[in-house]
Antibody, heavy 121, light 110 residues
Framework: EVQLVESGGGLVQPGGSLRLSCAAS????????MNWVRQAPGKGLEWVSY????????YYADSVKGRFTISRDNAKNSLYLQMNSLRAEDTAVYYC??????????????WGQGTLVTVSS | QSALTQPASVSGSPGQSITISCTGT?????????VSWYQQHPGKAPKLMIY???KRPSGVSNRFSGSKSGNTASLTISGLQAEDEADYYC??????????FGGGTKLTVL
């Protein structure tokens, strides 16, 4: 069974940092591209970042570029999101999501349950 | 990059059909056949319902269908059922390695 389990969320002050993790199981993690998508409380979905299966290709939304860093460790079946210089508007549930093989980065077939990040003083 | 435009809410009675529109621009929806639709029940993670405009993943009911005309994509749900009540989001590739979601549509089954 495919599983994606996020962790690392919590309360952080503006300007602070947080590192999210996504543990993958039930599939060959190293063969799949991955995304982070977030959802502010009561709001819609927002794409955050993409990473290729090898980690060699990375993209970011303009809203997080220069502050967030996506990475992966295929040996540990894990995806990460390092978030620096956090702002109140970064408050959201953060989901990791798997890209369907041989499709575009907008085709996400499995999602984790999400981890809540709250940026507040 | 602005979000794609969806109606805030739609409603229908059981057995009826409804259509949710998703309007973008010539830079996203209009340029690529790379539109996905996601269903999200309260407190749950999104679920992929349609990809590449009109393809259905294995396990998704054939009551769900997708289409596109110009800069507008559409999701149609036929034979509405109570369990279809949820939020629906469209998503499109927007060029230059970017992805854009719609603002979401709340579907109410009357």
């Amino acid at each position: 069974e495919v599983q994606l389990v996020e962790s690392g969320g919590g309360l952080v002050q503006p300007g602070g940092s947080l590192r999210l993790s996504c543990a993958a199981s039930g599939f060959t993690f190293s063969s799949y591209e991955m995304n982070w998508v977030r959802q502010a409380p009561g709001k819609g979905l927002e794409w955050v970042s993409y990473i290729s299966s090898s980690g060699s290709t990375i993209y970011y939304a303009d809203s997080v570029k220069g502050r967030f860093t996506i990475s992966r460790d295929n040996a540990k079946n894990s995806l990460y999101l390092q978030m620096n210089s956090l702002r109140a508007e970064d408050t959201a549930v953060y989901y990791c999501a798997r890209v369907v093989v041989d499709t575009a980065m907008v085709t996400l077939d499995y999602w984790g349950q999400g981890t809540l990040v709250t940026v507040s003083s | 990059q602005s979000a794609l435009t969806q109606p805030a809410s739609v409603s229908g009675s059981p057995g009826q059909s409804i259509t949710i529109s998703c309007t973008g621009t010539s830079s996203d929806v209009g340029s690529y056949n790379l539109v996905s639709w996601y269903q999200q029940h309260p407190g749950k993670a999104p679920k992929l319902m349609i990809y590449e405009v009109s393809k259905r993943p294995s396990g998704v009911s054939n009551r769900f269908s997708g289409s596109k005309s110009g800069n507008t994509a559409s999701l149609t749900i036929s034979g509405l059922q109570a369990e279809d009540e949820a939020d629906y989001y469209c998503c499109s590739y927007a060029g230059s390695s970017r992805v854009v979601f719609g603002g979401g549509t709340k579907l109410t089954v009357l």
